[in-house]
């Protein structure tokens, strides 16, 4: 066994606390001494991992991401197209965000209460996003009428309305989102014909 294993199980423990206790209180309510209740660690323990509060929430974020985001990129790899890679990518981000409540709360409501060097975080995941819908221009006849721009407006919009989901606590029914964000992002390059087709679909 390596040595840095029990290391490791600990961090990840005292993630998995903070995450919870995050995802009930919200990031400013949390107590750090609710997280060591929840891990089962003192002030030491934790201190051998994060020097304070938002390093911890930092941490988080990246293991909520490295938890989500390769289902997303696996879900769009194994389309075909790109109008099916984007649902792909959709019904994976919202079945991710309703099968983990916590993680859905702390990734939609959270990512910008810590300060700036989370907001860097948080827009790192919602470019990839745009990034993946930006792939797009390569459908139309004429790619260069639109710009990155566009995917970038995109994703904020699609990120906006999972906040609101999430927010009003109608994070199980994330679902009935495929249709509507079907129809936004295809519109601008597809066209009107299939961006109705994808919101009239089941």
């Known amino acids: ?4 294993e029990p290391a490791e199980q600990e961090r990840l423990v005292i993630l998995e606390a903070f995450i919870a206790v995050v995802a009930e209180r919200g990031y400013e309510d949390t107590e750090l001494r609710a997280v ?3 891990a089962g660690v003192d002030e ?3 201190l051998r991992h994060f020097p304070d509060k938002e390093e911890c929430f930092l941490a988080a974020w990246d293991f909520l ?3 989500f985001m390769p289902k997303v990129l696996a879900a769009f790899e194994s389309k075909e197209t790109w109008r099916e890679q984007i649902r792909g990518v959709g019904l994976a981000l919202a ?3 309703t099968e983990h409540p916590d993680h859905a709360r702390i990734l939609c409501l959270e990512g910008r209460v810590p300060g700036p060097r989370a907001w860097a975080l948080l827009d790192r ?3 990839v996003f ?5 792939l797009g221009r390569q459908e139309m006849a004429d790619p260069d009428s639109l710009t990155r721009a566009t995917a970038e407006g995109l994703a904020g919009a699609i ?3 999972l906040i609101l989901y999430v927010s009003r606590g109608d994070g199980d029914q994330l679902s009935q989102l495929m249709g509507p964000m079907m129809y936004m992002v295809m519109r601008p390059y597809l066209g009107d014909e299939v961006a109705l087709e994808e919101l009239r679909r089941t």
């Open 95 to 97: 079945e991710y965000l």
């Open 125 to 127: 995941n919602v470019e």
């Open 44 to 46: 030491v323990a934790f």
């Open 65 to 67: 991401t490295d938890c």
């Open 130 to 134: 745009a990034e993946l819908i930006d």
């Open 159 to 161: 990120h906006e309305q």
């Open 36 to 38: 060591f209740a929840r």
């Open 1 to 4: 066994m390596k040595v840095s």
